[in-house]
């Protein structure tokens, strides 16, 4: 990169995703799961701007709600700066301005999609050029869904859901997400799910997590009737719990136009997959004039990187 082009910053663009398949293992020793899901980018974006500066600094703006969202060390993208940084040897900061689009704690990845774009901003800014491995390695300390936000596409994550391997899917796959105004916890939705899962009336966590066949055809194939016959996502029975609410918009959507509808992730944004783009605007208009925020969007789209 030039130093001119430098001077002025770089912005890097970094999507959301939808868990299309997750299954969820039980709890480990460290207190964390092994999982099997397959992940799709999808078009909500997170734009992230770097430029020069003697400390690391962030600014978060959005089109969502991001009052709960840290503007410190705190902050995920922060922290992939400085282990950029520290990676590389580099003595100086950066300012990140973000701006987000991506739900809040809404299960769509938007904190993992900051860090992978801070990743690669930092590094095109700096010079530093690791190289896609290099940066994988990187994204994988900072959380599990953030190499997925550097890779893009579709993928199946085992693991942690770090441990990516790229899937063929054809054509578009076009979705209606349902945001909420209040966001869940992670830990909290995992905790549950194994809270849960000590009654009689839940399926015993898998001894090791896979993703159904099924699934992985029904991509390849670009089928989403298909793919509405196998998505699910284990952890969709603890949000629910936590937010009985959800139930309502999750019928409603799945009676006037979805093909099937789910949690995404630890919730609690809803995500209603569809036949094809007139579908999905028929859907969005049906949810939105029953009084939700309704947004269309379509997979799978790359990973993070440096926009124009």
Not at 63 to 83: C, F, K, Q, Y
Not at 95 to 100: G, S
Not at 206 to 221: G, K, Q, Y
């Amino acid at each position: 990169m030039s130093e001119a082009l430098a001077a002025a910053g770089v912005h890097v663009r970094a999507p959301g995703k939808l868990n299309l398949f997750f299954e969820v293992g039980g709890v480990q020793q460290d207190g964390y799961h092994d999982v099997a899901s397959a992940y799709q980018a999808v078009s909500l974006f997170e734009d992230v701007w770097a430029t020069p500066s003697d400390e690391f600094t962030v600014a978060v703006s959005g089109t969502v709600d991001v009052s709960g969202v840290p503007a410190d060390d705190r902050n995920l993208a922060v922290r992939a700066a400085r282990l950029l940084a520290q990676r590389i040897g580099y003595d100086r900061g950066v300012h990140l301005d973000i701006v987000k689009h991506v739900p809040v704690a809404g299960g769509m990845g938007g904190g993992s999609a900051d860090a992978a774009a801070a990743l690669v901003a930092c590094d095109a800014l700096w010079g530093a050029e690791l190289g896609g491995a290099e940066l994988h390695k990187l994204a994988a300390r900072l959380g599990a869904d953030v190499p997925f936000a550097l890779m893009g596409g579709t993928a199946v994550g085992t693991g942690r859901g770090d441990q990516l391997s790229p899937a063929l899917a054809k054509g578009r796959f076009d979705w209606v997400v349902l945001p909420s105004d209040s966001g869940l916890s992670t830990p909290e939705v995992y905790a549950h799910l194994d809270e849960l899962r000590t009654g009689p009336d839940i399926v015993a966590a898998p001894s090791v997590p896979e993703v159904d066949p099924a699934v992985l055809h029904a991509l390849r194939a670009g089928d989403p009737v298909a793919l509405a016959a196998h998505i699910r996502n284990d952890l969709q029975v603890a949000a629910l719990s936590l937010r009985p609410e959800l139930r309502r918009a999750l019928e409603l959507g799945e009676q006037t136009g979805a093909l099937a509808g789910l949690v995404s992730g630890s919730g609690p944004t809803l995500a209603f997959l569809t036949a094809d783009p007139e579908s999905a605007l028929e859907l969005q208009v049906t949810l939105s004039a029953a009084g939700f925020e309704a947004l269309h969007v379509h997979g799978p789209v790359a990973g993070a990187r440096v926009a124009a």
